[in-house]
């Protein structure tokens, strides 16, 4: 069974860097895409980014490019979304899925990584 | 890249049949079979109901369906049950940057 468990929750000020985590586990990590999702308070899904873990080949949204670094460590199986300076309008849930049955769509999430950014 | 337009909210009553449509353009929805979408109740992570249009995932009730008409994909939820009462998101690869964009989103309830 496909597993993907994130980081706790975080609080930070405006202008702090953060990465959070995304463990996959119950599959060949190396082999698919793994993305990352944004649902702001009260807002639908928004798609950020994919990366494939074997290779570290990295696509991003225009919305989300040079805002977010998305990286992956296949030796522990766990992809990455850091910041390097937060905005409050950085505040949001952010969900990573895996795409192992196909590159074309999500088919396991993990819990979600809330992110609240305030001075 | 817009999302994908979906009807702000849909409801129904327990047993009865619903459809959420997801407008796209010949760029996303209309140009590929690569439609999927998501059920997410509230304070839970989305889970995908159906994929490539009109494919269930194992473990999803058949009563939910897909469907895809020219720039328009369509989830049905036949039999209507108080459990389905969530959020539901459509997605589509695109040919244009971003790859992929969701919809909207729909608020379903049932009555």
């Known amino acids: 069974e496909v597993q993907l468990v994130q980081s706790g929750a975080e609080v930070k000020k405006p202008g702090e860097s953060l990465k959070i985590s995304c463990k996959g586990s119950?599959?060949?990590?190396?082999?698919?895409?793994i993305g990352w999702v944004r649902q702001m308070p009260g807002e639908g899904l928004e798609w950020m980014g994919i990366?494939?873990?074997?290779?570290?080949?990295?696509r991003y949204s225009p919305s989300f490019q040079g805002q977010v670094t998305i990286s992956a460590d296949k030796s522990i199986s766990t992809a990455y979304l850091q910041w390097s300076s937060l905005k409050a309008s950085d505040t949001a849930m952010y969900y990573c899925a895996s795409m192992s049955g196909s590159p074309y769509y999500f088919d396991s999430w993990g819990q979600g990584t809330l992110v609240t950014v305030s001075s | 890249q817009s999302a994908l337009t979906q009807p702000a909210s849909v409801s129904g009553s327990p047993g009865q049949s619903i459809t959420i449509s997801c407008t796209g353009t010949s760029s996303d929805v209309g140009g590929y079979n690569y439609v999927s979408w998501y059920q997410q109740h509230p304070g839970k992570a989305p889970k995908l109901m159906i994929y490539?249009?009109?494919k269930r995932p194992s473990g999803v009730s058949n009563r939910f369906s897909g469907s895809k008409s020219g720039n328009t994909a369509s989830l049905t939820i036949s039999g209507l049950q108080a459990e389905d009462e969530a959020d539901y998101y459509c997605s589509s690869y695109t040919s244009s940057s971003p790859l992929y964009v969701f919809g909207s989103g729909t608020k379903v309830t049932v009555l």
């Open positions: 990366i494939y873990p074997g290779d570290s080949d990295t």
């Open positions: 490539d249009v009109i």
């Open positions: 119950g599959y060949t990590f190396t082999s698919y895409w």
